[in-house]
Nanobody
Framework: QVQLVESGGGLVQAGGSLRLSCAASGSIFSINTMGWYRQTPGKQRNLVAA???????NYADSVKGRFAISRDNGKNLVYLQMNSLKPEDTAVYYC??????????????WGQGTQVTVSS
């Protein structure tokens, strides 16, 4: 199966920056989509940024111009560079990857979540 390990979360003051990393491992044949979601208590998990099929990027309106998603396909890594952080960015961030295993079965994998806290 596919395992995702996240890192890079932490506590930062408003206006600061953090870079989240997600490493995927396992019997991956291909990746269709990969991205980042976030969730706060009592709310659903929402898309922050993602690579769609074909390589195009999608961003939540609230993070456009501040966050940037990038990837290293050869190493199965995806990053989220977060700049000009605001208190409302505080959440648990989850990495997500969708693709196919080497046996051609589709997989959907989630990271363990990493806490990002932005103080005012």
């Amino acid at each position: 199966q596919v395992q995702l390990v996240e890192s890079g979360g932490g506590l930062v003051q408003a206006g600061g920056s953090l870079r989240l990393s997600c490493a995927a491992s396992g019997s991956i044949f291909s990746i269709n989509t990969m991205g980042w979601y976030r969730q706060t208590p009592g709310k659903q998990r929402n898309l922050v940024a993602a690579f769609a099929s074909g390589g195009s990027t999608n961003y939540a309106d609230s993070v456009k111009g501040r966050f940037a998603i990038s990837r290293d396909n050869g190493k199965n890594l995806v990053y989220l560079q977060m700049n000009s952080l605001k208190p409302e960015d505080t959440a648990v961030y989850y990495c997500n990857v969708v693709g196919r295993l080497r046996d051609r079965r589709e997989f959907v994998s989630w990271g363990q979540g990493t806490q990002v806290t932005v103080s005012s």
